[in-house]
């Protein structure tokens, strides 16, 4: 079964989706925000947050609501939990209706009645309503919602009697319906009308919690509710039901839907993905809720922190993820160093706290290693063990667990997701004074930029160059990483092009304090980087630049004693998928 619902409070619909579900149903919530057209869809992006929050406490309350909660945010989004339906094997859709006059989820009535590919249930008005011990109306005209309408009747009725209503011609009563208050014992009073129908259903619903009717109601053409369900809607203020069951040979002689997202700009497809897959940090902050998925889907983690000489930090790390997602809750698995032949106390600090500490140039010695983050991410592959893989920097000074919670909340609660990034706000620490907030110069200076002009898909990426991420071996085992400062870059390009852009996301992690590198450093890195945007453009677009480019870049030095340029090679190396490599390949069990 699943239920779309525009607003948060779902408690009381759970509770009816309990009573209609058989004993092995699973319920899926999904959250529908309809944003008006003209307006950007990134402006569903906080009220996004707010729904899955509220689904997810809610789910876990229940063995048969599943774990992986959805949003979907669009001018039609109840379009895109259609798309589910099949893929989820629904046969029961349960709608938090707007009523006959106001589209639900962007679409009409009508749209919802003739498209749904499974049977449907749409309720009006406040749920708490039907939560009375008063009886239920049951008014159908015969015909082939007869058995979804007793069954709707029953679970809002619970122990609460039922009154069926039914049209008849004079003296004549419709069989089918003539041997219903036999069936059902809790059918304890039959009306029969035989005149003004819509009179005798309003007087009756006086008397009752709710009225539930068959679609039959919904008369109306060209997508308008009909007369007979305005008149009752207009006249009563108790919750209407309108249930209807699927006819799969009628799909054929329904009107089409509206248009879906075949035209749509690249613009639009990332505003709902920023709406969709930015996530918050407080959304997974209940680290419970968060071992009790990852036990249920029998996953493992692993967190690597990459290290060049950072004792002053890399103890507080360690200290604080370990504690907490580790010993109080073991949410994570194992915590590794990966350490770039730090001169300083960085492996012993580690290793006194009881974490391994392996140095990235030992660890597959037979391809060579070379400088950079990226080479000890790549080779920390190789010694981790999860299936889930969490990277964060050790110069944080600023360590919270939400750093890496943040990070595998989204994975664990959305199996489509592949890879996560995060972002934060960067004030500048010079000295032991906080500067205004202008960290991320190269993430706004050179990687944002390129990624617009470039690959526009990404532009929704608030921080590309953050380096605070998670992913799935799965996916991250079978995409190449550079070996320096484009390794961040060449992961996003890589991924999207592999597995698409609604399997990245993003949380914010709130804030990140850390030592600023000097501008000299920091044009290091834009070389870099700029030279991982040519080598994809090459592949895209088969063109042939860094052939002739050059290599090398002249760093200009001004001090006291010395003004000087100096020559740096700075080119990242490629290292294949690590899925390729014979040594890994024998220590991974292959399917």
Known sequence: MLIVSETPNLRAWADLAQ?????????????????????????????????????????????????????????????????????????????????????TGGVTTNNILQHAPCDVILIYRDATLWESQESVLLSLRGGPNITLGVRVATALADKAPITLFHAADRSHVTPNLQMLGKAY???????TAVSDIIDGVVKEAA?????????????????????????IQERTDKPLVLVRAWQPEAVEFHPPLPPRRSRESVSTRVDRWFAENTFDSAEFADLRALLALKERQGVTISVGLPALNEEETVG????????????????????????????????????????????????????????????????????????????????????????????????????????????????????????????????????????NLFYPELSGIIQPLSGEYAGRRSALEQVPF????????????????????????QTDLEERVHHNQPLVG????????????????????????????????????????????DVVDIADVERPPMVTVPAYIGRVPQP
Do not use: C
Not at 51 to 73: W, Y
Not at 185 to 191: A, F, G, K, L, S
Not at 207 to 227: D, L, N, R, W, Y
Not at 525 to 549: C, K, N, P
């Open 19 to 103: 009573k209609l579900a058989l004993s092995d149903g699973e319920i899926f919530l999904r959250g529908i925000v309809t944003v008006p057209e003209g307006n950007t869809l990134s402006e569903g992006v906080t009220q996004a947050q707010h729904m899955r929050n509220a689904f997810a406490e809610l789910a876990l309350e229940s063995d048969n609501i599943a774990d992986q909660v959805k949003v979907h945010v669009d001018y039609r989004p109840i379009l895109s939990a259609f798309d589910e339906i099949e893929e989820l094997g629904i046969n029961l859709l349960l709608v938090q209706w707007a009523g006959p006059f106001n589209r």
């Open 522 to 565: 920091l044009s290091k890195m834009s070389f870099a980087i700029l030279q991982v945007f040519i080598s994809r453009l090459e592949s895209t677009y088969g063109v042939h630049l860094l052939d002739w480019a050059n290599r090398s870049m002249k760093l200009v030095q001004h001090g006291p004693d010395r003004f000087a340029l």
């Open 316 to 451: 507080n790390v360690i200290e604080t993820i370990k504690q907490t997602l580790m010993d109080d809750v073991p949410l994570v698995d194992e915590i590794i160093l990966i350490d770039s032949d730090s001169t300083d106390n960085t492996v012993s600090i580690a290793e006194s706290l009881g974490i391994p500490a392996y140095k990235h140039p030992e660890i597959l010695p037979e391809v060579g290693s070379y400088r950079g983050k990226g080479e000890a991410l790549w080779k920390s592959l190789h010694v981790l063990k999860g299936d889930i893989v969490a990277w964060i920097d050790t110069d944080i000074t600023n360590i919270h667990p939400r750093f890496i919670y943040g990070l595998l909340g989204p994975l664990l609660k959305q199996p489509k997701i592949v890879y996560v990034k995060g972002f934060y706000q960067r004030p500048i620490k010079v000295g032991d004074q906080m500067q205004a907030y202008g960290g991320g110069r190269v993430t706004e200076l050179v990687a944002r930029p390129l990624l």
């Open 185 to 191: 014992p809790n059918i304890t009073r039959t009306v």
């Open 482 to 505: 550079f070996s320096g400062y484009g390794v961040e870059t060449g992961l996003l390009l890589d991924l999207l092009d592999r597995f698409g852009l609604d399997a990245i996301a």
């Open 207 to 231: 008397g009752h919690k709710a009225v539930i009717m068959g679609a039959s109601f919904q008369e109306g053409g060209g997508g308008a509710p009909g007369p007979a369900l305005q008149r």
